[in-house]
């Protein structure tokens, strides 16, 4: 059982930073793309970013130059650091991944952007 688990979320003023971690069970992450999702209500879940077993990115245009993607296979662990954080970033943010064409997903966790 493939199990996610996000973390560090939080309520954060316009221009700060905030670095949003998702933990993966079993020892299948090392070989699985990662991707971060966010949605706010009334909305579709929306793709952030995205990286591969080798670490390769991608962006949404909306958060290109701003959020990076990382991973650490050593600890289960990918990452997404956030800068210069808009009120428009406010959602709850989700970690995904597809193993044998089955989608997992975090929890999912709360980034509030607000003065």
């Known amino acids: 059982q493939v199990q996610l688990v996000e973390s560090g979320g939080g309520l954060v003023q316009p221009g700060a930073s905030l670095r949003v971690s998702c933990g993966v069970s079993?020892?299948?992450?090392?070989?699985?793309?990662m991707d971060w999702y966010r949605q706010v209500p009334g909305k579709e879940r929306e793709l952030v970013a995205q990286?591969?077993?080798?670490?390769?990115?991608d962006y949404a245009d909306s958060v290109k130059g701003r959020f990076t993607i990382s991973r650490d296979n050593a600890k289960n662990t990918v990452y997404l650091q956030m800068n210069s954080l808009k009120h428009e970033d406010t959602a709850v943010y989700y970690c995904h991944t597809v193993l044998w064409g089955v989608d997992y997903w975090g929890q999912g966790i709360q980034v509030t952007v607000s003065s």
């Open positions: 990286i591969t077993n080798r670490a390769t990115t």
């Open positions: 079993g020892s299948i992450f090392s070989v699985t793309a």
